[in-house]
């Protein structure tokens, strides 16, 4: 196949994620949780983008966006997200619904492509009701009974409350067509400095790690700090604080190359300078790619929780929150990638692991999938001060836009 440059319009592509850095504009980033208003009006704004590329704009009962196409042959099915963390940057998710967009409007007016980039903006891919819940419900993991416990972790709000309030009420919840696409290609900022300090333009994802989180309690009991003596005391504070250090002694014996572990949230009872914590709680996450070595970490936090509560003087449990299995990226969009960068970015390009979580995990659920990495400025990400440089943007929009050409034409 000639390596024939697409006609991606580079002035567009940043147009486009300009004006959607105007929405919910914070500092030089931006601020648009799910369901807030700057978020229902960047979703409006793709919805009167997408007619421009050929095709058809709806919502689902999620909040789901997706432009569909009635032209004949394959359909290939791109995108990401538009809400954005708390107080954070302009192209954590925005720039691949973009890149999807631009591919739409090249290739689906091209007659030599036998078929159709479909575009799709999930919903709530940051986690403010829950994980990934647009995309989830799309291959078929949410029950209505989710969306019934579903809060907002900022305000509350009940998920019911922000759909009706979105006008989505009622509204049924698109599902994944066996058979209509042949994948799912997605795009994103590396939100690491892998390709910066490598001086690299395109990561190719290889697989998307899988997350597992847990809550840990710790008890002891509640007393008074000025008069309980040192030796009797059961501080469930300092438990805690204990068994966070023994995690990270312990643990890299077991773990693998590439896996992590954060203890996110620490939360003492009552929370008082004069009173001792009869309870703490921490929030603890692991992530890897490798399920038998998250098998394995599992195992010795339990061990260690019962080996603490054994020794005292506190209890130590442990309660599993979330399992998210790792998923591996199809091969054959990986050498699409591949060759679109060394065609459009001189080759400047290297297969990676993700450690974020994406969208794309989701979708390799029912169909094959890939990821494209664009350089992200000091590896910042879910922060204002996330950036990439034009160029890259540029760069990655092209190489991406070849990609679907490629996954179409083969």
Avoid at 144 to 168: H, K, N, W
Avoid at 335 to 351: F, L, N, P, T, Y
Wanted: charged share 20%; glycine share 10%; with cysteine.
């Amino acid at each position: 196949m000639p390596d024939a440059s697409p006609s991606v319009d580079g002035e567009r592509v940043l147009a486009d994620l300009n004006a959607l850095r105007a929405i919910g504009a914070y500092k030089t980033g931006v601020h648009k949780p799910t369901f807030s208003e700057p978020h229902r009006l960047s979703l409006d704004w793709l919805m009167r983008k997408l007619p421009d590329a050929g095709l058809a704009a709806s919502i689902d009962g999620i909040g789901n966006v997706f432009g569909t196409s009635a032209k004949a042959g394959l359909k290939l099915l791109a995108g990401s997200h538009l809400e954005s963390q708390n107080y954070a940057g302009w192209l954590d998710g925005p720039l691949g619904v973009v890149y999807a967009l631009e591919a739409a409007r090249v290739l689906n007016a091209d007659p030599s492509v036998n078929g159709a980039v479909e575009v799709a903006a999930w919903c709530d891919e940051e986690g403010h009701f829950g994980h990934f819940l647009g995309s989830r419900s799309y291959v078929g993991q949410v029950t209505e009974a989710d969306i019934d416990v579903a809060r907002d972790r900022t305000s509350g709000r009940t998920m019911r409350d922000a759909l009706a309030e979105m006008g989505l009420a009622g509204r049924p919840r698109a599902s994944a067509e066996p058979g209509r696409h042949v994948g799912y290609l997605e795009a994103h900022i590396e939100q690491g400095d892998t390709l910066e300090s490598g001086k690299l333009a395109i990561g190719i994802v290889t697989s998307i790690v899988g997350i597992w989180q847990y809550r840990i309690n710790f008890t002891g009991e509640q007393n008074h700090a000025g008069t309980t003596r040192m030796a009797v005391r059961k501080d469930a504070g300092l438990a805690l604080a204990k068994f966070c250090v023994a995690i990270d002694e312990r643990f890299p014996a077991a773990c693998g190359p590439r896996t992590v572990w954060t203890t996110g949230r620490i939360t003492l009872d009552p929370g008082a300078p004069s009173i001792i914590p009869g309870g703490a709680e921490m929030l603890f996450q692991i992530r890897d790619d490798d399920p038998t070595v998250i098998a394995r970490l599992e195992q010795l936090l339990r061990t260690m929780a019962d080996e603490a509560s054994a020794s005292g003087p506190c209890t130590v449990t442990v309660e599993k929150l979330r399992t998210g299995a790792p998923a591996m990226m199809s091969d054959r969009f990986q050498d699409a990638i591949e060759a679109a960068s060394k065609a459009m970015a001189g080759g400047r390009c290297v297969r990676m692991p993700s450690g974020a979580g994406h969208d794309a995990q989701m979708l390799a659920s029912v169909m094959p999938a890939g990821m494209l990495f664009v350089p992200s400025i000091g590896g910042i990400s879910h922060h204002w001060t996330e950036n990439t440089a034009d160029a890259d943007i540029v760069t990655g929009a092209e190489v991406f836009v070849d990609a679907c050409r490629r996954i179409l034409t083969s």
